[in-house]
T-cell receptor
Framework: GEDVEQSLFLSVREGDSSVINCTYT??????LYWYKQEPGAGLQLLTY???NMDMKQDQRLTVLLNKKDKHLSLRIADTQTGDSAIYFC????????????WGLGTSLAVNP | KAGVTQTPRYLIKTRGQQVTLSCSPI?????VSWYQQTPGQGLQFLFE???????NKGNFPGRFSGRQFSNSRSEMNVSTLELGDSALYLC????????????FGPGTRLTVL
């Protein structure tokens, strides 16, 4: 069945790197996404990776995809207090890119 | 470009009532998707509309329905409200490109008493 799992909480110190992990079950996923949700704000797309890629880097963000293990990670370098938010991993279904399956979100707390 | 707007932002209803939520997508976007977000279940896909037609549907009961107008604005309706329908309802619009970048509105917080 369709399932996306993430750990619920992560706490890091300001300046350290954060790594948020996600596992998914649908091996035919075409795109995998990372979204950020801040309190009172909508979901913001941070980055996405196509399923035939292993890695994508975008400024402080690095996405790693291990398709064999169905494992996705988001690394945030030099984490700042403004990065405190809930991070959601989502996968799109093969043949149906508009239906996203979501993880429950990882709450990232950045301590000064 | 204006972002995705949702109205109302907050709503309180009682069990058995019905509710209609509205979403205006980004100008030029033809795809509108609706999600329900709750602490226990996370984000769950309700349905997607494209050019006034429901194109995808999640696993929600028939009490949840939607429609899309010719200007791409969309409404979702929940009839015979239950306590468990209390949630943040999010709307997302997309241009329909393959990478499916969805832009989310701020949501409507529905509380059912």
């Amino acid at each position: 069945g369709e399932d996306v799992e993430q750990s619920l909480f992560l706490s890091v110190r300001e300046g350290d790197s954060s790594v948020i992990n996600c596992t998914y079950t649908d091996s035919s996923s075409t795109y995998l996404y990372w979204y950020k949700q801040e309190p009172g704000a909508g979901l913001q797309l941070l980055t996405y990776i196509f399923s035939n890629m292993d890695m994508k880097q975008d400024q402080r963000l690095t996405v790693l995809l291990n398709k064999k293990d169905k494992h996705l990670s988001l690394r945030i370098a030099d984490t700042q207090t403004g990065d405190s938010a809930i991070y959601f991993c989502a996968e799109s279904m093969a043949g149906n890119n508009r239906k996203l399956i979501w993880g429950l979100g990882t709450s990232l707390a950045v301590n000064p | 470009k204006a972002g995705v707007t949702q109205t109302p932002r907050y709503l309180i209803k009682t069990r058995g009532q019905q509710v209609t939520l509205s979403c205006s997508p980004i100008s030029g976007h033809r795809s509108v998707s609706w999600y329900q977000q709750t602490p226990g279940q996370g984000l769950q896909f309700l349905f997607e509309y494209f050019s006034e037609t429901q194109r995808n549907k999640g696993n929600f009961p028939g009490r949840f329905s939607g429609r899309q107008f010719s200007n791409s604005r969309s409404e979702m309706n929940v009839s015979t409200l239950e306590l468990g329908d209390s949630a943040l309802y999010l709307c997302a619009s997309s241009s329909g490109h393959l990478n499916n970048e969805q832009f989310f509105g701020p949501g409507t917080r529905l509380t059912v008493l």
